[in-house]
Protein backbone atom coordinates (compact mmCIF):
# COMPACT_ATOMS: atom_id res chain seq x y z
CA UNK A 1 0.00 0.00 0.00
CA UNK A 2 1.71 3.44 -0.70
CA UNK A 3 2.01 6.15 1.18
CA UNK A 4 -1.02 7.89 -0.64
CA UNK A 5 -3.45 5.05 -0.45
CA UNK A 6 -2.00 4.49 3.05
CA UNK A 7 -3.26 7.28 4.58
CA UNK A 8 -6.41 7.42 3.07
CA UNK A 9 -7.27 4.07 4.36
CA UNK A 10 -5.78 5.42 7.88
CA UNK A 11 -8.44 8.19 7.55
CA UNK A 12 -11.50 6.18 6.72
CA UNK A 13 -10.35 3.66 9.71
CA UNK A 14 -10.04 6.72 12.12
CA UNK A 15 -13.91 8.18 10.98
CA UNK A 16 -15.57 4.45 11.17
CA UNK A 17 -14.45 3.52 14.65
CA UNK A 18 -14.43 6.97 16.16
CA UNK A 19 -10.58 7.09 17.05
CA UNK A 20 -7.50 8.42 16.62
CA UNK A 21 -4.53 6.74 15.61
CA UNK A 22 -1.15 8.11 17.68
CA UNK A 23 1.25 9.84 15.05
CA UNK A 24 3.71 7.78 16.32
CA UNK A 25 1.96 4.31 15.16
CA UNK A 26 1.02 6.16 12.18
CA UNK A 27 4.87 6.65 10.89
CA UNK A 28 5.54 3.28 12.19
CA UNK A 29 2.72 1.52 9.02
CA UNK A 30 3.83 4.04 6.88
CA UNK A 31 7.50 2.80 7.16
CA UNK A 32 7.33 -0.90 7.40
CA UNK A 33 5.48 -3.63 6.02
CA UNK A 34 7.47 -6.54 8.10
CA UNK A 35 4.78 -6.99 10.65
CA UNK A 36 5.03 -10.46 11.76
CA UNK A 37 7.82 -11.70 14.17
CA UNK A 38 8.68 -15.06 15.90
CA UNK A 39 7.12 -14.07 19.44
CA UNK A 40 4.29 -11.66 18.14
CA UNK A 41 2.81 -9.53 15.40
CA UNK A 42 2.32 -5.94 15.05
CA UNK A 43 -1.29 -4.71 13.02
CA UNK A 44 -1.50 -3.19 9.27
CA UNK A 45 -4.70 -0.78 9.30
CA UNK A 46 -6.79 -3.31 8.22
CA UNK A 47 -5.71 -6.00 11.19
CA UNK A 48 -6.09 -3.13 13.63
CA UNK A 49 -10.10 -1.94 12.66
CA UNK A 50 -10.67 -5.98 12.16
CA UNK A 51 -9.18 -6.21 16.21
CA UNK A 52 -10.80 -3.35 17.15
CA UNK A 53 -14.50 -4.69 15.81
CA UNK A 54 -13.77 -7.97 16.84
CA UNK A 55 -12.83 -7.90 20.45
CA UNK A 56 -15.51 -4.92 21.18
CA UNK A 57 -12.89 -2.13 21.77
CA UNK A 58 -15.89 0.13 21.21
CA UNK A 59 -17.89 -1.29 23.98
CA UNK A 60 -15.48 -1.88 26.57
CA UNK A 61 -12.74 0.15 26.08
CA UNK A 62 -13.49 2.64 23.00
CA UNK A 63 -10.14 4.98 24.44
CA UNK A 64 -7.76 2.20 23.69
CA UNK A 65 -6.65 1.30 20.55
CA UNK A 66 -5.16 -2.44 19.35
CA UNK A 67 -2.17 -2.39 17.78
CA UNK A 68 -0.90 -6.10 18.09
CA UNK A 69 -0.47 -9.21 19.76
CA UNK A 70 1.83 -11.55 21.41
CA UNK A 71 0.94 -14.55 19.41
CA UNK A 72 -1.32 -15.54 22.62
CA UNK A 73 -4.00 -14.03 24.88
CA UNK A 74 -2.15 -9.96 25.39
CA UNK A 75 -3.25 -7.42 22.82
CA UNK A 76 -0.70 -4.40 22.71
CA UNK A 77 -2.28 -1.47 23.10
CA UNK A 78 -2.30 2.49 22.75
CA UNK A 79 -4.40 5.41 23.73
CA UNK A 80 -6.66 7.24 21.01
CA UNK A 81 -4.96 10.18 20.65
CA UNK A 82 -2.43 11.82 18.13
CA UNK A 83 0.03 12.42 21.12
CA UNK A 84 0.24 9.17 22.90
CA UNK A 85 3.63 7.37 22.51
CA UNK A 86 3.15 4.03 24.44
CA UNK A 87 1.97 1.07 24.37
CA UNK A 88 0.85 -1.66 26.96
CA UNK A 89 0.08 -5.09 26.90
CA UNK A 90 -3.96 -5.96 27.96
CA UNK A 91 -5.56 -9.58 28.24
CA UNK A 92 -8.25 -9.70 26.10
CA UNK A 93 -10.58 -11.31 28.81
CA UNK A 94 -9.36 -7.83 30.57
CA UNK A 95 -10.42 -5.47 27.81
CA UNK A 96 -12.62 -2.78 29.64
CA UNK A 97 -11.63 -3.71 33.27
CA UNK A 98 -7.82 -3.56 34.00
CA UNK A 99 -5.55 -0.85 32.80
CA UNK A 100 -2.95 -1.94 29.76
CA UNK A 101 0.43 -3.45 32.01
CA UNK A 102 4.19 -3.12 31.21
CA UNK A 103 3.88 0.40 29.62
CA UNK A 104 6.68 1.24 27.04
CA UNK A 105 7.78 3.88 24.48
CA UNK A 106 6.36 2.47 21.66
CA UNK A 107 9.79 3.82 19.49
CA UNK A 108 12.05 2.90 21.94
CA UNK A 109 10.74 -0.83 22.19
CA UNK A 110 10.70 -1.41 18.61
CA UNK A 111 14.07 -0.44 18.09
CA UNK A 112 15.59 -1.55 20.97
CA UNK A 113 14.29 -5.69 19.08
CA UNK A 114 10.84 -5.27 20.15
CA UNK A 115 10.56 -8.45 22.84
CA UNK A 116 6.79 -9.31 23.32
CA UNK A 117 7.63 -10.95 26.13
CA UNK A 118 6.44 -9.85 29.62
CA UNK A 119 9.22 -9.44 32.11
CA UNK A 120 8.69 -12.23 34.73
CA UNK A 121 10.79 -10.84 37.22
CA UNK A 122 8.45 -10.33 39.84
CA UNK A 123 6.43 -13.75 39.00
CA UNK A 124 6.42 -15.26 42.05
CA UNK A 125 6.04 -12.65 44.47
CA UNK A 126 3.55 -11.78 47.23
CA UNK A 127 1.49 -8.83 45.69
CA UNK A 128 -0.12 -8.32 49.10
CA UNK A 129 3.18 -7.38 50.64
CA UNK A 130 4.02 -3.68 50.74
CA UNK A 131 6.61 -2.11 48.97
CA UNK A 132 8.82 1.05 48.86
CA UNK A 133 7.67 2.99 46.00
CA UNK A 134 11.00 5.18 44.60
CA UNK A 135 10.97 8.12 42.88
CA UNK A 136 13.65 6.91 39.90
CA UNK A 137 15.02 10.15 39.12
CA UNK A 138 14.10 13.94 38.69
CA UNK A 139 11.34 14.31 36.47
CA UNK A 140 12.16 16.85 33.49
CA UNK A 141 8.93 19.10 33.81
CA UNK A 142 9.60 18.77 37.41
CA UNK A 143 6.44 20.61 38.78
CA UNK A 144 3.77 18.99 36.68
CA UNK A 145 5.24 15.73 36.96
CA UNK A 146 5.46 15.96 40.66
CA UNK A 147 2.05 17.41 41.93
CA UNK A 148 0.50 14.28 39.48
CA UNK A 149 2.48 11.73 41.57
CA UNK A 150 1.45 13.33 44.30
CA UNK A 151 -1.88 13.41 44.07
CA UNK A 152 -1.75 9.29 42.47
CA UNK A 153 0.22 8.11 46.07
CA UNK A 154 -2.11 10.63 48.16
CA UNK A 155 1.37 11.89 49.43
CA UNK A 156 0.99 14.26 52.84
CA UNK A 157 3.56 16.47 52.13
CA UNK A 158 3.51 20.01 50.10
CA UNK A 159 4.88 20.49 46.50
CA UNK A 160 7.47 22.71 48.00
CA UNK A 161 8.70 19.61 50.08
CA UNK A 162 8.00 17.66 47.21
CA UNK A 163 10.39 19.28 44.58
CA UNK A 164 12.58 19.33 47.47
CA UNK A 165 12.71 15.11 47.90
CA UNK A 166 12.79 14.98 43.97
CA UNK A 167 16.44 16.89 43.96
CA UNK A 168 17.82 14.28 45.53
CA UNK A 169 16.56 11.36 43.55
CA UNK A 170 16.28 8.24 43.34
CA UNK A 171 14.84 8.27 47.02
CA UNK A 172 11.44 6.64 48.45
CA UNK A 173 8.63 8.22 48.68
CA UNK A 174 5.88 6.22 50.69
CA UNK A 175 5.64 2.33 51.85
CA UNK A 176 1.68 2.06 53.00
CA UNK A 177 0.92 0.45 49.88
CA UNK A 178 1.03 -3.34 48.67
CA UNK A 179 3.05 -4.26 45.18
CA UNK A 180 -0.13 -4.53 43.68
CA UNK A 181 -1.65 -1.74 44.74
CA UNK A 182 1.86 0.42 44.08
CA UNK A 183 1.56 -1.83 40.41
CA UNK A 184 -2.10 -0.03 39.47
CA UNK A 185 -1.65 3.28 40.54
CA UNK A 186 2.18 3.26 38.68
CA UNK A 187 -0.22 1.91 35.29
CA UNK A 188 -3.06 3.91 35.52
CA UNK A 189 -1.56 7.58 36.08
CA UNK A 190 1.47 6.49 33.51
CA UNK A 191 4.30 7.08 36.05
CA UNK A 192 6.77 3.92 35.07
CA UNK A 193 9.34 6.48 33.81
CA UNK A 194 9.58 8.28 37.17
CA UNK A 195 8.59 5.74 39.53
CA UNK A 196 9.40 2.16 40.43
CA UNK A 197 8.29 -0.19 43.65
CA UNK A 198 10.42 -2.25 45.45
CA UNK A 199 10.14 -5.61 47.77
Known amino acids: MNEKVLKKRISEV ?13 AFLNENSDMEFDD ?25 IPIGNNNGDYELVMKSGSKTTKFGFLE ?5 TLKPENLQNFSKWYENGHSFSF ?16 LKKTP ?7 MTIRKALKLDISI ?40
Open 14 to 26: EKKLNIIIPKVYK
Open 40 to 64: GILYDIDSLEERYITLEFAEYAPEF
Open 92 to 96: QGSIG
Open 119 to 134: DDEYDNVDWSKNVNII
Open 140 to 146: ENKAKTL
Open 160 to 199: SELLSIADNAPCMLTNKYSAAIAKSIITEYQLDEWLEYKF
